[in-house]
């Protein structure tokens, strides 16, 4: 964990995560914000890169948005088996997260499939080839809030996604050149002072060209928002909870809205059920310890009037990246 961060870092790390300027010349603007230089902005950064703290600075899609169809994985390997079982799941390339969690079921993933894969079938072989006990497919039923923002400053999860409940988005339809311009954007950003010219030359069109389409990705929902992802533990939170909720049908959305409401919950979904898995309201809180989170947790169970609850923390990261869209191959 990094703790010798100064003030302008931590400064630096919140608009990097909260707002990104997408224009042609984006540390030139933080430079101003910050009182200093273009080139300490940039210096800086790359720091913070070198130390593991800031991971990458990208576009942040919507999977559906974008054609995609992605699901939460609940798995249950046997416990001698589990990092052998997670490295199978791992060479997936539509895989872009992987724990194990302290439950049952104890491998959760995230996977992520391209128009005309059928997800269900890829889940189960995909399964099937890692030995896993039993798999229970959790895709987002309705979305309460995303986007995940630590407040460096003062040290806690602060994050300030729509609270507002959404059915998931319908597929957008992209032409070709946006197409282009996707494969582009979810590229990490180049750290210099005209970081968007080189994607803009990949594409054959002008940076404002580029710009302009990100902006309509943004007003469309196709991009969810430009920023910078930390690695958490790094920045100093070092524990972080999955709260699933078993909640009555009729309450679902009062309940989901609810705990969205919290500033340290960075996610809130509804997602299916099952016998052996009762929760429904999933929500993720970030913390530096977890008594903290246990305390986030209390309060919310106060607040919703709800005692039937799991806590699942990560026991072990085995992969987290971003999904590429679109990819050439």
Excluded at 42 to 59: C, D, F, G, N, P
Excluded at 267 to 282: G, L, N, T
Excluded at 303 to 321: F, I, P, Q, R
């Amino acid at each position: 964990m990094v703790t010798d961060l100064d003030i302008l870092d931590k400064e630096l790390l919140n608009i990097l995560q909260s707002r990104f300027p997408l224009n042609e010349e984006p540390f030139k603007q933080i430079a101003r914000e910050l009182e200093t230089s273009e080139d300490d902005v940039i210096a800086r950064t790359r720091e913070l890169k070198a130390r593991r703290v800031l991971r990458q600075i990208s576009a942040i899609f919507d999977s559906r948005g974008l054609g995609y169809q992605s699901s939460l994985v609940a798995g249950k390997a046997a416990p001698g088996r589990l990092d052998e079982a997670a490295q199978v799941i791992n060479a997936h390339p539509g895989v872009s997260h992987n724990y194990a969690r302290n439950h049952d079921f104890n491998l959760w993933f995230t996977i992520t499939l391209p128009p005309g894969q059928d997800l269900e079938e890829t889940v189960n072989n995909l399964a099937r080839r890692a030995g896993l006990l039993a798999v229970r497919l959790l895709p987002t039923l309705r979305l309460f809030k995303i986007g995940v923002e630590f407040d460096m400053l003062e040290g806690v999860s602060a994050s300030k996604g729509s609270t507002k409940a959404a059915t998931v988005k319908d597929t957008a339809k992209l032409t070709p050149l946006e197409v282009e311009i996707v494969r582009q954007l979810q590229k990490d950003l180049p750290l210099d002072k005209r970081p968007f010219r080189a994607m803009a030359e990949a594409v054959g069109i002008s940076e404002s060209e580029l710009l302009r389409h990100a902006n309509s990705f943004l007003h469309r929902g196709v991009m969810r928002r430009y920023a910078a992802v930390l690695r958490h533990q790094n920045a100093g939170f070092r524990a972080n909870g999955m709260i699933c909720w078993l909640v009555p049908e009729a309450q679902v959305e009062e309940i989901g809205n609810t705990i969205a409401s919290f500033r340290a919950v960075s996610h809130c979904y509804q997602r299916p059920s099952y016998p052996d898995w009762p929760y429904s309201i999933f929500s993720m809180v970030h913390a530096r310890s977890r008594a903290e989170v246990e305390q986030i947790v209390a309060e919310m169970s106060k607040t919703a009037g709800l005692e039937d609850y799991v806590v699942l923390y990560s026991a072990k990261e085995y992969k987290k990246e971003r999904v590429r869209y679109f990819p050439d191959n």
